[in-house]
């Protein structure tokens, strides 16, 4: 039997990932096949024209789980009593730009939609945060939404999961399904600490087989880099492959995963990390809920790694606290 329907808005509509992602939800790959959805686009006036455009491409499929499309300009309507947010909309860093460049730029942005979602979304709406730097811009929303619960707000970390696993998955020969317990550790970031110390490959851990040269060398630097490679390689930030793990990161949110997951969530103080930071945690879901898995041995050298991506959270903190006033 088909539930009632939900209501999804996803923010940069018009944008490249954005392109991939709408198709993905409104056809039901992200929240099931028996759960229709209203879909809300939310873009900057400038981009309307397009996204008119990517919303009559999308009446085009005639997707039945679809029931409606809106586009709008206005954050207090797109966020109208939705049960997820997908906040991708934001300014993309282009070649040599740190993520941390789009601070300033995209930090009004996540203010402006953290107060709209307080006003307007669904008690109980799922927000997650895509556009860049992800982890400060959630921090962000979620403070400008104390109406909200912090639990309710995430930063996507999936992607940077996603390709250690595939790294790691390449490097012993194996199909990606092997590979189990890799832990994203922090920041999106090249700070970030891709861990694969308690990762399992066919139930083996991953560190009897694989080098520790190779670990700290190649594995580390290259899923920090992932992202900067490949702007070099498209000239673009990577966007089939975000709008994939969006599908997947909300999926699990909505319908639960005992299987270890990275995202980026308000600290609790779990492995001292410093409480309501948002830093990437290994995580199973459960009703809707994150529990950050507990009892994870952390040796000197993780420490030090997850110390890093902590300091350049704070940073960011620190410099968006004083924007907020
Ligand atoms: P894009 O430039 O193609 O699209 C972004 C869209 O957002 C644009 O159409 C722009 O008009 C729109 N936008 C800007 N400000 C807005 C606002 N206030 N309200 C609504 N829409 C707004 O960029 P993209 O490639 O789709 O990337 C989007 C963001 O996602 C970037 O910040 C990028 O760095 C980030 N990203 C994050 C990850 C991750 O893993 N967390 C991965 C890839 C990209
Ligand atoms: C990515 O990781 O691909 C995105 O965050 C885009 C970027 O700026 O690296």
């Known amino acids: 039997m088909m539930k009632p329907p939900v209501r999804v808005a996803i923010t940069g509509g018009a944008g490249q990932i954005a392109y991939s992602l709408i198709f993905r939800v409104a056809s039901g790959e992200m929240l099931g096949q028996d759960q229709p959805i209203i879909l809300n686009l939310l873009e900057v006036p400038q981009a309307l024209t397009t996204l008119k455009g990517v919303m009559m491409e999308l009446q085009d499929c005639a997707y039945p789980l679809l029931q409606d499309v809106a586009i709008t300009d206005d954050p207090n309507v797109a966020f109208a009593e939705i049960d997820y947010a997908l906040l991708v909309g934001a300014a993309p860093r282009g070649p040599g730009m740190e993520r941390a460049d789009l601070l300033k730029i995209n930090s009004e942005v996540f203010k402006i939609h953290g107060k709209a979602l307080n006003e307007q979304a669904n008690r109980k709406v799922k927000v997650l945060v895509v556009g860049n730097p992800a982890n400060t811009n959630a921090f962000i929303a979620m403070k400008c939404a104390p109406k909200l619960d912090p639990k309710q707000f995430s930063?996507?970390?999936?992607?940077?999961?996603?390709?250690?696993?595939?790294?790691?998955?390449?490097?012993?020969?194996?199909?990606?399904?092997?590979?189990?317990?890799?832990?994203?550790?922090?920041?999106?970031?090249?700070?970030?600490?891709?861990?694969?110390?308690?990762?399992?490959?066919?139930?083996?851990?991953?560190?009897?087989?694989?080098?520790?040269n190779w670990v700290e060398n190649e594995f580390i630097p290259a899923v920090q880099q992932r992202g900067a490679t490949i702007i070099k390689a498209r000239g673009k930030s990577s966007a089939a492959s975000a709008a994939s793990a969006v599908v997947a990161h909300m999926r699990d949110w909505a319908m639960g995963t005992e299987k270890l997951v990275s995202v980026a969530i308000a600290s609790d103080g779990s492995y001292d990390i410093p409480p309501g930071l948002v830093y990437s945690f290994p995580v199973t879901i459960k009703n809707g809920e994150f529990s950050i898995v507990q009892g994870l041995d952390i040796d000197k050298f993780s420490r030090s790694r997850m110390l890093v991506s902590q300091k350049e959270l704070e940073q960011e903190r620190d410099i968006i606290l004083d924007l907020l006033g």
């Open 155 to 212: 930063a996507m970390m999936r992607l940077d999961h996603a390709r250690a696993v595939n790294l790691l998955a390449a490097k012993v020969g194996v199909n990606v399904s092997a590979v189990e317990n890799i832990v994203v550790w922090g920041n999106h970031s090249a700070n970030q600490y891709p861990s694969i110390a308690h990762a399992l490959v066919n139930g083996k851990a991953a560190s009897s087989l694989v080098e520790q």
